[in-house]
């Protein structure tokens, strides 16, 4: 397995085989609220990631008016990763769960329009979107299935 | 029975869960272009409200525009239930130089007139060598060729590199025309900018209006071109170049360093 991590406690551990098909961030106040300031995550298939060790979910309406599912461990409540209905097929992990075995660069930034105005931005960001700009996303990722190595 | 290979067996797993994947990502594009285009019409009823007068133009030169695709709907070649596919396609950019200035020097009548005529003109062209006419967003233009129909790769960018030189040759009268007929400083000009390669085409109209819509990387770099592109010239992207380049004159532009677009793009220009 390429990559692998687990929770605070130790309870949960996951795994997945591929590199992230994209690195980006979240400065939605949601995010804000849940993550300290915004959400610096990887996007990767859903049926890429396996893990061992119960995670409970805890779901919200986002933005786009479908749901926004959050899986933790019950144990230590971190977040391991989130599962967002608009992207269906895809998950978000918190990039620093990989800490030492991925160098975090984002290409993507979303809701730019509530973004702490003191935090600068990423050097290896390309797009900057003021919403979620889910449809470039998801073109993005279409295009990087196509080029990706299996 | 037939004798697989491990190695074999887990390739055609691979090649299956990108599929599904690839179903379930094309299903995500899908639903988010429905609830857009919600948020488009009523952005639209919205600017018809207020009786802009550019949108109203752009919506009643809109009835050209399924031209192309309506014929090719009727005899079914395209699944109204697709939602989005992938297409090699040529994508043509235009706009005209500094409109912005010129439209806040123009009372609003006269600059309606002459943007009418300026988009019919070229509107022309478009169905004359078999484009298919995207979109207008004001003074600019958005063509593709190779969807709903293709003559092939070559073919297709052959016929869009067509185009905008006749197009560069009907601006060069009919910007002159302009001088005289509207009272304005400069000759009109336009540029433009072409790239070929793989998009996502995506549909989400009704059964009333078909709303094609192509988006991707190449898209954008087609814009940028545009943008980058000398007034009276036609940018055009190294792609682009090596599907027409036994049948066009092309000039060496040199390399350019594109906004958004990470590595320097290498780009031929035609000056008609
Ligand atoms: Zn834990
Ligand atoms: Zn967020």
Known sequence: MKYTGNCLCGNVTFQFPYDPMMQFQCHCTVCQKVFGTSLNAIALPEDELSHEGELDVFSISGGSGKKLHYYFCPQCSIIVYNKPDVLDGMIYLPAGLLADQIEFSPTVELWTKSKAKWLPQAGSIKASFEDNGTVERLVELLENLDQRET | ?????????????????????????????????????????????????????????????????????????????????????????????????????????????????????????????????????????????????????????????????????????????????????????DPLKIRIGINSGFCTVGNFGNEKRL???????????????????KPSSILISESTYELVKGDIDLDDAGFFELKGIHNKVKTYEVMP
């Open chain 2, 1 to 185: 029975m037939v004798d697989i290979s491990e190695d074999e067996l887990k390739i055609l797993k691979l090649q299956l869960s990108r599929l599904k994947l690839e179903t379930r990502l094309r299903k995500d594009l899908g639903s988010e272009l429905d609830r857009q285009k919600t948020i488009a019409v009523n952005a639209e009823n919205l600017a018809k409200q207020r009786g802009d007068e550019i949108e109203e133009i752009s919506r009643k030169l809109a009835k050209y525009l399924p031209e192309q695709l309506y014929k090719s709907i009727f005899s079914g070649e395209t699944d109204v239930g697709v939602k989005s596919k992938r297409k090699f396609l040529t994508i043509f950019f235009s706009d005209i130089v500094s409109f912005t200035q010129i439209s806040e020097n123009m009372k609003a009548d006269l600059l309606t007139e002459m943007l009418n005529l300026y988009l019919t003109e070229m509107t022309e062209l478009v169905l004359e060598h078999e484009g298919t006419l995207d979109k207008y967003i004001g003074d600019s233009i958005m063509v593709f060729f190779g969807d709903p129909r293709t003559s092939g790769k070559n073919l297709d960018a052959l016929k869009c590199l067509e185009m905008a030189i006749s197009m560069q040759k009907r601006m060069a009268v009919l910007g002159v025309d302009f001088v005289k007929k509207y009272d304005i400083s």
């Open chain 2, 211 to 229: 709303d094609y819509t192509v988006m991707g990387r190449s898209v954008n770099l087609a814009s940028r071109l545009e943008t980058a592109a």
